[in-house]
């Protein structure tokens, strides 16, 4: 998983430099004058993340976050105030139990699901913190609205899509005191996630700068083999080039 981001992130950031040297070279004439709007190729999105639809048995803390970065090329629709874009990024989940941990490692269903939220209180684990993070290849698909043709770094912007996640890897990290040490135990793990994520967005903003929402339709495991919960996230959002 780290070598397939880290050779994404190179990809990703190679092809943002490319791109930039396009939009300001289309985008000013001798005169240095606009002629031609930007694009809003790059996109980073960071908010808070949680997941809805847990059953009782599944407590999660109030402090999980999302990232999101992505490339998309946008299609301007004729003359008008629309636009649609495409494109390619990451999205990383993370969600904190409240003193639960997960299991992985059951290979039967006789207890239930085959990935377990158990309690971690008063026992051998005993975690201060304790993660969970998901992490996908996106490909976004939106419908934008701008209100200055000439220039959409400036002036209202909003955007309705769907996100078309690959899940690429998962992985739990515990943090326990052990004779006054923090003990780190991570780990990595693809058993009973879902494949795909779907999830419909929107964003809301003016200039650079705007609020975004998504909701996930998939299951972070597969049905049945995990609880029921579906990642949810609203935040912060950047564009620009």
Known sequence: MRKSLSILAILFFYTSSVFAQDAASANSNSAGEVTKPSRDFLVVQLGYNNWLNKPDSVKTKPIGYVFNAFLCYDFPIKKSNFSFAAGLGINVNVVYLDQQRLVFNDTSAANGY???VLPDTGGAYNYKRYKFVTSYITAPFELRYFSNMHNRNKGFKASIGMEVGLFVGAHTKGVASVGGVNVKDKVD?????????FAPTARI???NFALFMTYNLTNVFIQNEGPPVTPYSIGLCVTGL
């Open 205 to 207: 903003g003016f200039g």
């Open 114 to 116: 085959r990935a377990r």
């Open 189 to 197: 793990t693809k058993r009973y996630m879902s494949t795909w994520s």
